[in-house]
């Protein structure tokens, strides 16, 4: 079992910048992947960025790669996800999660733990 716990969101202006923190506890976090997802309201699960568990491989949907980059800190069981030149349409609930498997995956079904999300909210 493995324990997520998402931190970092809040009100943020457009153009401006955050990191989430997502803390993990329970199974060895470090053969883990990790991913990051947003849902915004009446929307779907959306992938922002994955992380194999050596940090070796990061996979970020090319429309987010030139503001977002993801790491991890095996040594502190955390994962990050900085965000940068933030929009409005940035604003959602951010989750981490973790997938039993060494390399991360863009779909939100291959993933086997849940954090319990943290607010965005960008203002223009």
């Known amino acids: 079992q493995v324990q997520l716990v998402e931190s970092g969101g809040g009100l943020v202006q457009a153009g401006g910048s955050l990191r989430l923190s997502c803390a993990g506890s329970g199974r060895p976090f470090s053969r883990a992947a990790m991913g990051w997802f947003r849902q915004a309201p009446g929307q779907e699960r959306e992938f922002v960025a994955g992380i194999k568990w050596d940090s070796r491989t990061t996979h970020i949907p090319r429309s987010l790669q030139d503001r977002v980059t993801v790491s991890r800190d095996n040594d502190k069981n955390t994962v990050y996800l900085q965000m940068n030149n933030l929009k409005s349409e940035d604003t959602a609930v951010y989750f981490c999660?973790?997938?039993?498997?060494?390399?991360?995956?863009?779909?939100?079904?291959?993933?086997?733990?849940w954090g319990q999300g943290t607010q965005v909210t960008v203002s223009s």
């Open positions: 999660a973790a997938r039993n498997g060494l390399s991360p995956s863009p779909a939100v079904e291959d993933y086997d733990y």
